[in-house]
C-alpha cells in the first residue's frame, strides 16, 4: 500500500516535469504556439454558432431549452479542452511511436509505460480557447436560467465531466494500441476519432436507436451528455450507474489491453 | 560473480518478402508468405561484474537485437538470460533502476530543450536524490567536455556533442550494468576518443558492466580485453581479443572478417 502511493506520488512528479517541458518546448515555437490559439477559436466560434442558432430560432432539441444546449454545449467545449490538452497528441502519435521503434527507450524507464507513452505531452495552445470560452459559456447559460442546482447534481456533473475524460482516453487509446498488430492504422484512428464530434450536439437530436448504440455499444454519447442529463436530473439511476461503472471498465480493459500490446512489440531500426 | 548469464537464447521474427513491382504488392494484399528470420540463433555467454566486453559483428548479425532482449525491450523466442539476477523481459521495477541502454540511433534527450531537461527529468524517473544529482552532472559535464553546452537546445548540438550528452542521461542513475550499442557511430575521432577515454574511466571508478557494440575496431581494441563475435545470429567467438588467430600481417579486421566466413562455411 505504501510503496503504491510512493509510486503514485513519483508518477506526478514526472507528470508535473511532462507539463512543464511541454509548456517550455511549445513556447520554443512562438509563431506555431498562436497560430494554435487562433486556430482553435475559429473551431471554438463554430461550436459557439450552434449554441446561437438554437438561440435564433428558438429550437427546442428533444425537449432541450436554448439555454440548456448552451449548456451542453459549453460542457462539450470544456470536455475537448481536456481531451486536446491531455490526450490528443498522445495518442495520436503512438502509431509512429510504435512504428519508428521510439518505444524501446521508455520500455527500460522504471515508470509506467502506459503512463509514458500516453501522457507524455501536454498541449497547451488548443486548450486555451476553449477552457475561457467553456467557461463563460457555461456561465451564462447557468446564469440565464437561474439554474438552482444542488450540491449533489453539482458533484455529479464535475465527476462525471472527470470521468467522461477518462472514458474517451480508454475508448480512443483502443484503435491506437491496434498498431502492435497491423503497424499502419491510420484509416481506423481517422473513423473512430470522428466520433468525437457525435458529442457536439445533445444525443436527444438522434433517434431512440441511435442514442441505445451510442451509450451502450460504442459508449460516445457518455462522455459529455451524461454530466449534463446529471445537472438537469434527466439521468435515471440506472444510466447514473452506467456513467460510472462504464469509464472504470472500460480503462481497466484498456489496461489490461496494453499489457498484452506491449508484449507483442518487436522494435525497429536494428 | 557472473552478472550476466544467457542461455540458448533464441529470437526469430515473423515477416513476409515482396517482389518488385505493383502486380507483387496487389498479391501481397491477398496472401503473404510469412517466413522466419531467426534475429540471433541459440546463443549461450556469460559476463563477469566489472568487465568490458566488445561485441562485434556485421549489420544484421543480431547484436542489437540481443542487447534489447537483455534490456527487455523485446521478449525472446526461446532461452534463459539473467542481468543482475533478473529475467530482463519481466521489466521488474528493481531490474530497470540498475541497468542503462545507450543507442547510437536513438535518442532519450527532449530534441527542443537544453540536455539537463531530460537528465531532470531522468533523475525524478530513477528517484536520484538532489546531492548525488547534482555531484553527477558536475563530474560527468566535465569528464566529457561539455558543461558550456548545458543550456543549449539538443536539437542545435553537434553529432559528438549530442551523445556526450546521451550517456550522461544514461548514467544519471550510475548503473551498475550498461548496455552500449553503437555509441561512437558516425562521430569524429577526437569524439571517439574522448568517449572511449570516458567510457574507460567510468568502468575503472564505477566497476560498471559494459556490453559494447562498435563497428570501430579502435573502439574494441582499446576497451575490451574480451570480445563476442557473432555472424547471422550465432556466436563466431567468445574469447581474448589477443587469442584470435592471426599472422603479423593480418590485421585485426582481417582476422574477423575470416572468423565471419568460417562461420558461414559452417552453416552452409
Same mark, same amino acid.
Given at each position: 500500500?505504501?510503496?503504491?502511493?510512493?509510486?503514485?506520488?513519483?508518477?506526478?512528479?514526472?507528470?508535473?516535469?511532462?507539463?512543464?517541458?511541454?509548456?517550455?518546448?511549445?513556447?520554443?515555437?512562438?509563431? @506555431?504556439? /498562436?497560430? %494554435? =490559439? !487562433? *486556430?482553435?477559436?475559429?473551431?471554438?466560434?463554430?461550436?459557439? $454558432?450552434? #449554441?446561437?442558432? +438554437?438561440?435564433?430560432?428558438?429550437?427546442?432539441?428533444?425537449?432541450?431549452?436554448?439555454?440548456?444546449?448552451?449548456?451542453?454545449?459549453?460542457?462539450?467545449?470544456?470536455?475537448?479542452?481536456?481531451?486536446?490538452?491531455?490526450?490528443?497528441?498522445?495518442?495520436?502519435?503512438?502509431?509512429?511511436?510504435?512504428?519508428?521503434?521510439?518505444?524501446?527507450?521508455?520500455?527500460?524507464?522504471?515508470?509506467?509505460?502506459?503512463?509514458?507513452?500516453?501522457?507524455?505531452?501536454?498541449?497547451?495552445?488548443?486548450?486555451?480557447? @476553449?477552457? /475561457?470560452? %467553456? =467557461? !463563460? *459559456?457555461?456561465?451564462?447559460?447557468?446564469?440565464?436560467?437561474? $439554474?438552482? #442546482?444542488?450540491? +449533489?447534481?453539482?458533484?455529479?456533473?464535475?465527476?462525471?465531466?472527470?470521468?467522461?475524460?477518462?472514458?474517451?482516453?480508454?475508448?480512443?487509446?483502443?484503435?491506437?494500441?491496434?498498431?502492435?498488430?497491423?503497424?499502419?492504422?491510420?484509416?481506423?484512428?481517422?473513423?473512430?476519432?470522428?466520433?468525437?464530434?457525435?458529442?457536439?450536439?445533445?444525443?436527444?437530436?438522434?433517434?431512440?436507436?441511435?442514442?441505445?448504440?451510442?451509450?451502450?455499444?460504442?459508449?460516445?454519447?457518455?462522455?459529455?451528455?451524461?454530466?449534463?442529463?446529471?445537472?438537469?436530473?434527466?439521468?435515471?439511476?440506472?444510466?447514473?450507474?452506467?456513467?460510472?461503472?462504464?469509464?472504470?471498465?472500460?480503462?481497466?480493459?484498456?489496461?489490461?489491453?496494453?499489457?498484452?500490446?506491449?508484449?507483442?512489440?518487436?522494435?525497429?531500426?536494428? | 560473480?557472473?552478472?550476466?548469464?544467457?542461455?540458448?537464447?533464441?529470437?526469430?521474427?515473423?515477416?513476409?518478402?515482396?517482389?518488385?513491382?505493383?502486380?507483387?504488392?496487389?498479391?501481397?494484399?491477398?496472401?503473404?508468405?510469412?517466413?522466419?528470420?531467426?534475429?540471433?540463433?541459440?546463443?549461450?555467454?556469460?559476463?563477469?561484474?566489472?568487465?568490458?566486453?566488445?561485441?562485434?559483428?556485421?549489420?544484421?548479425?543480431?547484436?542489437?537485437?540481443?542487447?534489447?532482449?537483455?534490456?527487455?525491450?523485446?521478449?525472446?523466442?526461446?532461452?534463459?538470460?539473467?542481468?543482475?539476477?533478473?529475467?530482463?523481459?519481466?521489466?521488474?521495477?528493481?531490474?530497470?533502476?540498475?541497468?542503462?541502454?545507450?543507442?547510437?540511433?536513438?535518442?532519450?534527450?527532449?530534441?527542443?530543450?537544453?540536455?539537463?531537461?531530460?537528465?531532470?527529468?531522468?533523475?525524478?524517473?530513477?528517484?536520484?536524490?538532489?546531492?548525488?544529482?547534482?555531484?553527477?552532472?558536475?563530474?560527468?559535464?566535465?569528464?566529457?567536455?561539455?558543461?558550456?553546452?548545458?543550456?543549449?537546445?539538443?536539437?542545435?548540438?553537434?553529432?559528438?556533442?549530442?551523445?556526450?550528452?546521451?550517456?550522461?542521461?544514461?548514467?544519471?542513475?550510475?548503473?551498475?550494468?550498461?548496455?552500449?550499442?553503437?555509441?561512437?557511430?558516425?562521430?569524429?575521432?577526437?569524439?571517439?576518443?574522448?568517449?572511449?577515454?570516458?567510457?574507460?574511466?567510468?568502468?575503472?571508478?564505477?566497476?560498471?558492466?559494459?556490453?559494447?557494440?562498435?563497428?570501430?575496431?579502435?573502439?574494441?581494441?582499446?576497451?575490451?580485453?574480451?570480445?563476442?563475435?557473432?555472424?547471422?545470429?550465432?556466436?563466431?567467438?567468445?574469447?581474448?581479443?589477443?587469442?584470435?588467430?592471426?599472422?603479423?600481417?593480418?590485421?585485426?579486421?582481417?582476422?574477423?572478417?575470416?572468423?565471419?566466413?568460417?562461420?558461414?562455411?559452417?552453416?552452409?
Amino acid at each position: 500500500m505504501k510503496a503504491t502511493f510512493k509510486e503514485i506520488i513519483k508518477h506526478l512528479r514526472v507528470y508535473r516535469l511532462f507539463a512543464k517541458n511541454s509548456l517550455m518546448q511549445q513556447l520554443e515555437y512562438r509563431a @506555431n504556439f /498562436i497560430i %494554435g =490559439i !487562433i *486556430t482553435e477559436c475559429t473551431w471554438l466560434c463554430t461550436k459557439l $454558432l450552434y #449554441a446561437f442558432i +438554437v438561440h435564433r430560432t428558438d429550437s427546442h432539441v428533444g425537449g432541450l431549452t436554448p439555454d440548456q444546449v448552451t449548456l451542453f454545449v459549453g460542457t462539450f467545449i470544456i470536455l475537448t479542452a481536456i481531451y486536446t490538452g491531455i490526450f490528443m497528441n498522445n495518442l495520436g502519435s503512438i502509431p509512429w511511436r510504435v512504428r519508428q521503434g521510439e518505444l524501446d527507450l521508455m520500455l527500460v524507464k522504471p515508470i509506467s509505460t502506459q503512463f509514458h507513452l500516453t501522457m507524455r505531452e501536454v498541449e497547451y495552445a488548443i486548450p486555451i480557447p @476553449n477552457i /475561457i470560452g %467553456g =467557461i !463563460i *459559456t457555461i456561465a451564462v447559460s447557468w446564469s440565464r436560467m437561474g $439554474l438552482q #442546482a444542488g450540491f +449533489v447534481n453539482i458533484t455529479a456533473y464535475i465527476y462525471l465531466i472527470i470521468s467522461g475524460a477518462a472514458l474517451a482516453y480508454s475508448f480512443f487509446l483502443i484503435p491506437c494500441l491496434l498498431t502492435f498488430w497491423i503497424v499502419k492504422i491510420r484509416a481506423l484512428v481517422e473513423i473512430v476519432y470522428n466520433l468525437w464530434d457525435f458529442n457536439s450536439m445533445p444525443m436527444q437530436i438522434y433517434g431512440k436507436f441511435m442514442q441505445r448504440l451510442g451509450i451502450f455499444l460504442v459508449p460516445v454519447f457518455v462522455i459529455a451528455n451524461f454530466p449534463v442529463m446529471a445537472l438537469f436530473e434527466n439521468l435515471s439511476p440506472l444510466l447514473l450507474a452506467w456513467g460510472v461503472v462504464v469509464p472504470l471498465l472500460l480503462f481497466f480493459s484498456v489496461r489490461k489491453l496494453f499489457n498484452i500490446a506491449i508484449k507483442r512489440y518487436s522494435s525497429a531500426g536494428g | 560473480m557472473q552478472i550476466i548469464k544467457v542461455e540458448n537464447l533464441k529470437k526469430h521474427y515473423d515477416y513476409y518478402q515482396k517482389d518488385q513491382g505493383l502486380k507483387n504488392s496487389l498479391k501481397n494484399v491477398i496472401k503473404r508468405k510469412k517466413l522466419v528470420k531467426e534475429a540471433v540463433n541459440e546463443i549461450s555467454f556469460n559476463v563477469e561484474a566489472g568487465e568490458i566486453v566488445g561485441f562485434i559483428g556485421p549489420n544484421g548479425a543480431g547484436k542489437t537485437t540481443t542487447l534489447k532482449v537483455l534490456s527487455g525491450i523485446l521478449f525472446p523466442t526461446s532461452g534463459i538470460a539473467t542481468v543482475g539476477g533478473f529475467t530482463p523481459w519481466e521489466r521488474k521495477k528493481a531490474f530497470k533502476m540498475g541497468f542503462s541502454i545507450v543507442m547510437g540511433q536513438k535518442t532519450q534527450l527532449n530534441w527542443d530543450l537544453p540536455a539537463v531537461e531530460s537528465f531532470n527529468l531522468n533523475k525524478c524517473i530513477y528517484e536520484v536524490d538532489d546531492a548525488q544529482y547534482r555531484k553527477t552532472v558536475e563530474e560527468l559535464t566535465e569528464l566529457l567536455e561539455v558543461k558550456p553546452l548545458l543550456k543549449t537546445q539538443v536539437r542545435r548540438l553537434s553529432l559528438g556533442e549530442r551523445m556526450k550528452m546521451e550517456l550522461i542521461a544514461a548514467l544519471i542513475h550510475e548503473p551498475k550494468i550498461i548496455f552500449l550499442d553503437e555509441p561512437t557511430i558516425g562521430l569524429d575521432f577526437v569524439s571517439q576518443k574522448i568517449i572511449r577515454d570516458f567510457i574507460r574511466r567510468y568502468n575503472e571508478e564505477t566497476g560498471a558492466t559494459i556490453l559494447l557494440t562498435s563497428h570501430y575496431m579502435n573502439d574494441i581494441e582499446s576497451l575490451c580485453k574480451r570480445a563476442i563475435i557473432i555472424n547471422e545470429g550465432h556466436i563466431a567467438f567468445d574469447g581474448n581479443l589477443a587469442d584470435i588467430e592471426r599472422d603479423e600481417n593480418t590485421t585485426i579486421e582481417e582476422a574477423i572478417t575470416k572468423l565471419y566466413e568460417n562461420k558461414e562455411a559452417k552453416a552452409e
